[in-house]
């Protein structure tokens, strides 16, 4: 693709939603060498984005086709759809997958209940909510840990 | 038993949606994220009206998505309506579901994700509004398999180009046909000799949204 200068052999990402979390792995992503192209609908979202941010801004709903197509999705080798909106994520990472043949996406859901619908569509879902949960059980599980981090470090 | 329709989402559409519908015997549940319009839609006698939003599972499930028949979607987000029909196939099983569109552009997609009906509002007003405003001479166009081919009525005054002629010698375009010809009152099926009469009403049958120019070639409109 002549767009990037050079060849995409770093893969090039699609990020849906320019929040806290599109915006950090926009970066993260344009730190380690990927071409990214990160598309939400507000241009004020893309403050969030670092000023290393190499990779590309596109001011656009994620749910209209030609703005997709624009985007070049069809050319993405992952699709991320972290909007603040379930069912905008659930319904741009469904064209990502049916429209444009999107062999990976992955879709952050609030609302794990939701999930259904994913599921035989091979789209890999995240819910913040089952992670952290997930997250506060395995500390609660090891009562010490932190006690003994803090005598650790007044040693 | 009484078939069971689950509405979720839309406003008035949904007033007289669910209104026409217990009319005719249906036993309806309405679904409404708003809580005035649960109000206004409560007002409607022999209406179920759940307030919640009706993308979440167990709001569905309360509103009885368990066992309803047909389920369709009105609200004005394109994303909500297609996580309530998929929620409604997928989880609850229903047999039908409806979808209304905003963007004519999805059309194609929201078929492939399973919905079985999509109706697109933009399409069909202007195709409506387009047929009253330069097409007065038409009394009635139905629009069937979802608006790929329809059926028009067609009065022949005397002025039209077609009065006089044999079928055979007007030039119609080929995805259209004369299914029937109303004279006074009787119906026949004409065949290419038969000769159109001032005064006739013709029904067409047309596809690929030929109607507009058939009707002009016929009429001169």
């Known amino acids: 693709m002549e767009l990037w200068g050079k060849k995409t052999d770093r893969g090039y990402t699609v990020v849906i939603g320019c929040g806290r979390l599109g915006a950090n ?7 380690g060498g990927g071409n990214v192209l990160i598309i939400d609908k507000n241009k004020d979202a893309f403050r969030k984005l670092s000023p290393s941010f190499g990779g590309l801004a596109v001011t656009g709903d994620a749910t209209d086709l030609s703005a997709l197509r624009e985007a070049q999705i069809n050319k993405a080798d992952v699709v991320v759809a972290v909007t603040n909106d379930d069912n905008v994520n659930i319904m741009a990472a469904q064209l990502a997958r049916e429209m444009f043949q999107n062999r990976r996406v992955i879709a952050r859901l609030y609302d794990p209940e939701r999930e259904c619908v994913y599921r035989e569509l091979g789209i890999d879902t995240i819910c913040p909510a089952v992670l952290s949960a997930q997250e506060i059980a395995r500390i609660l599980s090891e009562p010490d840990a932190a006690e003994e981090r803090v005598r650790e470090s007044s040693i | 038993m009484k078939t069971k329709v689950l509405l979720v989402g839309g406003r008035s559409k949904a007033k007289s949606l669910a209104t026409s519908l217990i009319s005719k015997e249906y036993q309806v549940t309405a679904v409404n994220n708003t809580y005035e319009d649960c109000m206004k839609l409560a ?10 939003d009706g993308t979440r599972p167990f709001v569905l ?10 389920a369709i ?12 029909c998929e929620l409604c196939k997928k989880e609850f099983h229903i047999k039908k579901t409806v979808a209304l569109l905003t963007d004519p552009q999805k059309t194609d997609f929201f078929y492939k994700m399973g919905i079985d009906s999509v109706v697109c509002a933009i399409s069909a007003i202007t195709g409506i509004i387009e047929q009253r405003a330069f097409m007065d001479k038409i009394a009635t166009l139905v629009p069937i398999g979802e608006g790929r081919v329809s059926i028009a009525e067609v009065p022949i005054p005397g002025t039209a180009p077609a009065a006089g002629k044999k079928l055979w010698e007007i030039d119609l375009p080929k995805q259209v046909v004369i299914g029937c010809i109303l004279r006074s009152d009787t119906a026949m099926v004409p065949r290419g000799d038969t000769r159109i009469l001032a005064g006739d009403t013709l029904v067409l049958i047309s596809s690929d949204r030929q109607e507009m120019a058939a009707i002009r070639e016929l009429t001169g409109r």
């Not at chain 1, 792995?25 to 730190?31: E, F, I, M, V």
């Not at chain 2, 007002?43 to 919640?52: A, K, M, N, S, Y």
């Not at chain 2, 979607?73 to 309530?84: F, G, P």
Request: no cysteine.
């Open chain 2, 73 to 84: 979607a009105l609200t004005s987000k394109d994303e909500d309506n297609l996580v309530i």
């Open chain 2, 61 to 70: 499930e309360d509103a009885g998505a368990g066992e309803a028949d047909i």
């Open chain 1, 25 to 31: 792995l926009a970066n993260t992503l344009s730190d």
């Open chain 2, 43 to 52: 007002e409607i006698d022999g209406l179920t009206v759940i307030h919640g």
